[in-house]
């Protein structure tokens, strides 16, 4: 350890960082540690050691660490690392995440000793550093928590300093950016094998998504200037607004031959105010709308959009604090009744249509040693409905997965050769195997339009995790392929009523499930409770419980035939859970 790390720096340092609170404990949940940020210094610390050992122990792979708390609240803040392929951490790497963060929490001993065990227990060198002292990329959201934080993630990083050659691991502090950007970049970085700066950049993003959808327009005639759609995009005073903003100038300075006055008169961002972090998620952003299922702040109702003498139909999209997840909308009056959501279970619908008819469209599927898989990988938020229409409509296969893209990308991995994953918090994105990648490849000469547009999605969604910005135009793109309305996308079926609540209770540790989140099995005897009362509430009812992952409450989620049941059946569950903390 002495050669690579400088122990006196590291002592200093964890009394500087790792001090304020002391014998807090961590847990790295649903999307990484997630907490009020005054607690998080420790976490921060830890985080940064973990992810330069991770790097090494990957051969010197470049390593991500995104600042963020998504969709918390503006005093929380989180922070999470990223795999070199853009994915979500190695699931038996966060106990040791976890593990390490509660050894400085105890004491600088404890730390040192667990620290020592890691490297052994693992077998990374820090003597023979031939190959690299780990590369490690570090981005932040937009909260005003965020510098204090890097800064703490960068001491962690300085401590690394090989003694005899002074090298020092590499950081690229990316500055603020979304989440799948710097799921993107890291992804694009250890394809490249390179972390100097100006070499890879944030602009790889831009140059990438713009060009894919550039490409679609081409081969259909549409144009981001003349979308068939007004959109407004509620950017919930995140980051997402102002990366949006650039990918918008960029596509209409790459198309400025065809476009009159360069501005687009039918995208606008609202909820755009990201430099005031306080207004951060605040009555608006994907999760407000989901949750609440209304319109947020600063979007107006009105399904049609007068532009240039032309109605044209209204579309609003919500992102969330980091824009890792996009819902679409559309109210039809001032009559709440008429808000129409769209949220992950509809894009996943729709997708797993679209790609269902490119795939019959290309002749892909009439080999039948090509043996295609693609399904769709839902959680246990996904509305019954939406279930029933993939399987009986679509006749697709759905698999359920534990809440948490991490599991969802995961399944749709090894499951499918297009897996198209969505929470229905609007969260998730499709991913494309090899042998699907190189079988369009193979196949595209003779000029078929549908495998040149299934070539120009591999590119057009992030493969590395679910992206508000990617997302956002692969939806639009497929609604303008398809010719449909927002009307026809939301008919497709009907949702079942829904109501998701949550219920702050003393310890929701105890609160331990099975059957992908379906039962309780902890507390014992409350799931038998909630049987019963879902029985009482008819045959399309149903009802789970589960401990949040990124926040301190419990999920109460309930579906039933009409909306006043289902709000009556979320609260009685509710009911049922308080009690069950009170005795
Ligand atoms: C994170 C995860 C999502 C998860 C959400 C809520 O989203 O990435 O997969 O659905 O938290 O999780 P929980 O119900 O456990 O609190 P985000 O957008 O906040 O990063």
Not at 362 to 377: C, E, H, P, Q
Not at 517 to 544: H, N, T
Not at 568 to 576: D, F, R, T, Y
């Amino acid at each position: 350890m002495e050669k690579l790390i400088n122990l006196q720096l590291l002592e200093k340092l964890y009394n500087k960082n790792c001090t304020s609170n002391k014998g807090f404990k961590y847990a790295y949940g649903t999307a990484g540690f997630r907490y009020n940020a005054d607690v998080l210094n420790t976490v921060m610390f830890t985080t940064g050691i973990l992810s330069v050992l991770r790097s090494i122990y990957l051969q010197n792979k470049t390593i991500g660490i995104m600042i963020t708390a998504s969709h918390n609240p503006p005093q929380d803040n989180g922070v999470k690392i990223v795999e070199p392929m853009g994915e979500m951490l190695d699931q038996s790497w966060e106990s040791i995440a976890t593990d390490l963060a509660n050894s400085a929490s105890n004491s600088y001993n404890d730390f040192i000793t667990y620290l020592n065990h890691l490297i052994k227990d693992k077998g990374i060198d820090l003597i023979d550093t031939s190959n690299g002292i780990g590369s490690v990329i570090v981005g932040r959201d937009s909260r005003e928590s965020g510098p204090r934080l890097l800064e703490t993630v960068l001491d962690a990083v300085y401590c690394f300093q090989h003694d005899s050659t002074e090298r020092v691991s590499k950081i690229l502090d990316a500055g603020i950016l979304t989440t799948p950007q710097l799921h993107y970049l890291v992804y694009k970085t250890n394809v490249a094998k390179t972390l100097e700066k100006n070499e890879i950049g944030i602009g790889c993003y831009f140059d990438d998504f713009t060009r894919a959808w550039l490409d679609l327009c081409e081969l259909y005639g549409f144009s981001t200037e003349h979308l068939k759609f007004a959109l407004t995009i509620d950017a919930a005073n995140g980051v997402g607004g102002f990366q949006m903003e650039k990918m918008i100038s960029l596509l209409f300075t790459l198309c400025k031959t065809t476009v009159d006055g360069g501005n687009s008169t039918n995208i606008s961002i609202v909820n755009n105010d990201w430099q005031k972090p306080n207004l951060l998620n605040n009555k608006c952003g994907a999760d407000y709308v989901k949750t609440n299922q209304c319109l947020p702040n600063g979007v107006v109702s009105n399904s049609k959009f007068s532009t240039g003498g032309e109605n044209t139909q209204k579309l609003n999209c919500s992102f969330d604090g980091d824009a890792d997840r996009v819902i679409f909308y559309y109210q039809d009056n001032e009559n709440k009744s008429s808000f129409h959501l769209l949220d992950g279970d509809r894009i996943s619908t729709l997708f797993a249509k679209f790609f269902q008819h490119l795939l019959k469209e290309s002749g892909l599927l009439d080999a039948s040693d090509n043996d295609i898989k693609v399904g769709v990988v839902q959680t246990a938020y996904a509305n019954g409905n939406s279930t029933k229409y993939i399987t009986e409509v679509l006749k697709m296969d759905v698999s359920c997965t534990p809440t948490g893209v991490k599991h969802l990308h995961h399944e749709a991995v090894e499951k499918y050769d297009i897996g198209i994953y969505f929470e229905a918090n609007g969260h998730g994105t499709i991913v494309f195997s090899e042998k699907i990648k190189s079988l369009v490849n193979n196949s595209m000469s003779n000029g078929n339009k549908a495998l040149k547009t299934i070539e120009i999605f591999t590119r057009l969604i992030n493969r590395t995790v679910g992206d508000a910005i990617s997302d956002m135009l692969g939806v639009l793109a497929v609604l303008c392929i398809l010719n449909l309305t927002p009307q026809d996308w939301y008919n497709e079926y009907s949702d079942l009523p829904n109501k998701l609540i949550k219920v702050v209770v003393p310890d929701r540790t105890v609160f331990k499930t099975t059957n992908a989140e379906r039962q309780l099995v902890s507390p014992a005897g409350l799931q038998g409770k909630i049987d019963e009362l879902v029985s009482s509430y008819g045959a399309d009812s149903r009802s789970f419980v589960r401990a949040s992952g990124t926040e301190d409450a419990v999920r109460v989620y309930a579906e039933s035939s009409t909306k006043e049941m289902a709000e009556s059946l979320a609260e009685k569950v509710g009911q049922l859970v308080s009690n069950c903390c009170g005795e």
